[in-house]
RNA sequence: GGGCGGUUAGCUCAGCGGUAGAGCGUCUCGUUUACACCGAGAGGGCCGGCGGUUCGAAUCCGUCACCGCCCACCA
């Protein structure tokens, strides 16, 4: 018998184990039906799972149960994200409560450390999303590191290379100082921040007493200024064009150019040109072919070398010492004591407060440092173009559909994808350098040793392989086929390829959805994904983004062990319409574990009139007027609630359920029955209990 | 600067060309043996402003306002 009282918590963790023991969750790769995928976004090995993971793999959830019921033969496929930066950081955070620093212990042990770390740790989030119900198919669980992705990684890579879509370059990137590795475009965000705008006076050469005045953001990269330049319209500089300009402290002559990137109407309408440290100022420097010295090191450490040989006395405007003085010190302490020299040199004109917006890295939370270094490029512009035409002609589909015009908008602009990062904790680049830095790209050490012979025409150089790993998304762009075992050709990759639906945020559009639309393509002749489900974000119940600082978070664990897995996915579902964010707090889920707790009742109250499931029950021979109309509405139900999900209307989907569950089966039906039932063992009792039951376990369907 | 989304009942939202809807909340009534985490019923909205198209507009078009987001930009 039911319990009085609903409690999810002793029913929910028995039923999700019973499943899974059984098998219940498992692909069929020999099994005659459709197959339909999911591929379930791999959450980072490090995660706990939050309300996004609750949303994200409820509304997956929700779409590969029904299509399971349906008779298709469903992959759900689980899996974790080795996540570079993110895992890194914990590991080397552990260390440092030991007051032990990576580099204290190399490479190989530290390397070692994070694997012992994932396998103690790194099962948090698949339990979880146990906890939730999320039915994957768990014996088939994938790590974007284990031996099978890395191989992928690996023939991506190299193709890749050979194609010559891949390459090195020496550019600006972002650079991380605090986390000293490159980063893509990507996980730069500007932050809005209240700083000053400093007019500074270069002398004109050979005219005592004529300055050109510039105005910038960022003194301390005066030191690696080249050039000046001037809009070739602006007629306040027109006779200046084409003369040189003596750059204060440092008494390098800079050449005063003309070039259209000067914008007249911004700060004096001149402007200092630093290449090695502005990525505007890059561009200009390479068409005017101007020195790019690096004047800051890796952790933004003014750093001398690239410029100690110009460094010039200038009687009153440049003094070598008080460079000299700047060396090894941090940008933000150079800043000020630049613009404390400035000003004793009277060549500070003003200082304007200027509030603009400043790149950061997402993850550090520092101001990036545009550097010029040597990285590994991805030609993404190549791989973009039939990723962009599979939208258009809708092989992929977006829904809503709107954020096709997203995809298209990056996709259409898309710059050279900075793949290589300065990390010990990802897919080791397979590039091996000669002595003499001639570069081979294999599978493996020795397959680049064997090219490295044939170049050098002998045997026996020492060959060392590259120190950089691989961003974190190169791997998950491969995860539709990778997890599959390609490059090995299976009869899963045959089945299971392409998925169905990628089910995703908004948030990673960019980042990994349209990755996997180019390697996808590129590597299997086929998009991905038919379809592209994006969904909002969870906010608070007041509408604000959920964050630590703002204390605000909810905890979805907490809000299973109070409600049950079931009342908190019943609201996401019902939460989510198309193309909006979800606000959710404690109380909306305590209202919808009214209806689960509704549903509990109404079966308890079958049980209690001895309603069970009945095989021989056949609803095609129902002759009373109350079992006739309930099995009608029980169908509209049923195709409402089908339509709903074919449209993707979780929203939708969760009301006609709801109203079939309470409206009309609980207020109408059971109350109906009663009399019925009351009459214990006529016909009409009988065709009433197995109706009962038939609708009951569809409801529960 | 470029783009996207939103603005409908107290709250959260659906409806997107044919006389305003749901859930929650509110109010009234109800000690019916599944359920008070219940049942029956009620009240509540010039559908952000203005203009246009139409026999007819919350729904289509234009425009403005406010809220949110994305992309670009360290002068």
Redesign the pocket.
Known sequence: MLD???TPSEIEPRLYEGWERTGAFAADPNSNARPFTIMIPPPNVTGSLHMGHALTFTVQDTLIRWRRMQGRDVLWQPGTDHAGIATQMVVERLLAEQGVDRRDIGRDRFIERVWQWKAESGGTITRQLRRLGASLDWPRERFTMDDGLSTAVREVFVTLYRQGLIYRDRRLVNWDPKLQTAIS??E???LE?K?S?WHIRYPIEGEAGRFIT?????PETMLGDTAV???PDDARYTDLVGRFAILPLVGRRLPIVADD????????????ITPA?????FAVGQRHSLPMPSILDRQARVALAEIADVLTPVQGVADPAFVRSLDGMD?NAARKAIVAELERLELLEKT?P?T????HSDRGGV????LLTTQWYCNAAVLAKPAIEAVETGKTVFV?Q??E??FF??MR?I?PWCISRQLWWGHRIPAWYGPDGAVFVAYTAAEAQVAADAHYGRGGETLTQDEDVLDTWFSSGLWPFSTLGWPENTQELARYYPGDVLVTG??II?FWVARMMMQGIHFMGEVPFRTVYIHG?V?D???Q?MSKSKGNIIDPLELIDRYGADALRFTIC??T???????LGA??V?????????????????E??GIRPDASFDPAHASLPLTRWILDAMNHAIEDASAALEAY?F??YA?AC??FT??T????F??FA?PVLMEGDSVAAHEVRGTAAYVLSSILR
């Not at 603009?356 to 790149?359: A, E, L, W």
Request: hydrophobic share 35%; net charge neutral; glycine share 6%.
């Open positions: 009085k009282t609903y475009d990507l730069v965000e500007s921040v700083g705008l510039v105005a910038t953001t960022r330049a001037v809009h990137y000067s914008d007249p109407e911004k700060g004096t309408g001149a402007v200092k440290h502005d990525f505007n100022d940008r304007e200027h603009h917006q400043v790149p101001p990036i440092e545009p809503p709107q954020w015009n997203t908008a990056w602009d710059q908004f948030d960019f974000l906010r119940e007041r509408g983004k019902a939460l319409g198309p193309g909006r964010d979800v606000k109380a909306r305590e209202s919808y574990r009214r209806f689960v707790t509704k549903l509990w009742n109404a079966a308890r109250f079958c209690m009139n209307r929203d939708d009301a709801y109203r309470w409206d089966f609980c207020d109408w059971v109350e009663k």
